[in-house]
């Protein structure tokens, strides 16, 4: 939910588990020692500031590059270069700032 581990400084890895269909609002929010995440298939929402405050980390998607591209962003203020690229089972999903990304199967 909305800002579950908000400021747990010492969550270092997160694998979401399949049952989890939205990310809330700053649920991970200022998570500075967050360096990866793996986001279950069954995500259909990523809430407005969920990774912000973060840093340098890496996100992975049990899906495909396409199935990844249906996930509804609300990356808000929050997303700056730190990611670039959501990993996915068939290759890598590009973040676009503003909300949106493109897949690309390398």
Known sequence: GSD???NCVNLASVSIPDSVTVIGDDAFCCCTSLSSITLPH?????????FGGIGE???????????CGNIDY????ELDSSIQYI???????????GGSGSGSGY
């Open 4 to 6: 579950a581990f908000e």
């Open 87 to 97: 990993h996915c089972t068939d290759g890598d999903y590009e973040i676009q700032r």
């Open 74 to 77: 609300n990356w808000g203020y």
């Open 57 to 67: 980390f890496s996100m992975s998607f049990n899906g495909t590059v396409e199935e």
């Open 42 to 50: 069954s995500i259909v929402t990523i809430g407005h500031g969920a």
